[in-house]
T-cell receptor, first 115, second 117 residues
Framework: GAVVSQHPSWVICKSGTSVKIECRSL??????MFWYRQFPKQSLMLMAT?????????EQGVEKDKFLINHASLTLSTLTVTSAHPEDSSFYIC???????????FGPGTRLTVL | DQQVKQNSPSLSVQEGRISILNCDYT??????FLWYKKYPAEGPTFLIS?????DKNEDGRFTVFLNKSAKHLSLHIVPSQPGDSAVYFC????????????????FGKGTKLTVNP
């Protein structure tokens, strides 16, 4: 149980385009989801926390206008990388809170490559 | 400034022996610690956790030790199996604090464990 899926698993896009990544909780409802980014040989860095039906909370240094998060339902959160640039190339992972405290399920991640 | 440090990027052990993965932290507000295992092309999966009121937590072959004075924790896997080969992430949170407690997880960079048959 508590499975989280992400789509797509990888994407290659041209610089300047926007990319949407979906995160779904398959067998449970997730009121809170977390978006992480991981650069090669680096740790998972929290980008933002999204709560169903409300605005996301962004971590310091993360541009909210560039990384648009929408948590419109209890099973779906989306991250849109707007006007992507090569420096946005990274591994993006979402996580959903299963129950308190700190019990999380992680998605398999999305590899974004911006040319 | 990295608050959670896993100084060994990789570790190689023989099947049946003990694997010891280390993690250090700098933030004294951290009071809950977790270990995650990650296989390639998959998301991290929860392995074991420990709160600051304990110094040891055991679950089957996995034991986590916490030394609060040294701000150090370690994960022991005994006996190690080839299927344990993965990247192990240490994560910390200050959730138990009554004031300003946060469920935000801070991750280390991970240690790649290879268990050789």
């Amino acid at each position: 149980g508590a499975v989280v899926s992400q789509h797509p698993s990888w994407v290659i896009c041209k610089s300047g385009t926007s990319v949407k990544i979906e995160c779904r909780s398959l067998d449970f409802q997730a009121t809170t989801m977390f978006w992480y980014r991981q650069f090669p040989k680096q740790s998972l860095m929290l980008m933002a926390t999204s709560n169903e039906g409300s605005k996301a909370t962004y971590e310091q240094g993360v541009e909210k206008d560039k990384f648009l998060i929408n948590h419109a339902s209890l099973t779906l959160s989306t991250l849109t990388v707007t006007s992507a640039h090569p420096e946005d190339s990274s591994f993006y992972i979402c996580s959903a809170r299963v129950r308190l405290p700190l019990v999380r399920s992680f998605g398999p991640g999305t590899r974004l490559t911006v040319l | 400034d990295q608050q959670v440090k896993q100084n060994s990027p990789s570790l190689s052990v023989q099947e049946g022996r003990i694997s010891i993965l280390n993690c250090d932290y700098t933030n004294s507000m951290f009071d809950y610690f977790l270990w995650y295992k990650k296989y390639p092309a998959e998301g991290p999966t929860f392995l074991i956790s420990i709160s600051s009121i304990k110094d040891k937590n055991e679950d089957g072959r996995f034991t986590v030790f916490l030394n609060k004075s040294a701000k150090h924790l370690s994960l022991h896997i005994v006996p190690s199996q080839p299927g344990d080969s993965a990247v192990y992430f240490c994560a910390a949170s200050g959730i138990l604090h009554t004031q300003g407690g946060s469920e935000k997880l801070v991750f280390g960079k991970g240690t790649k464990l290879t268990v050789n048959p």
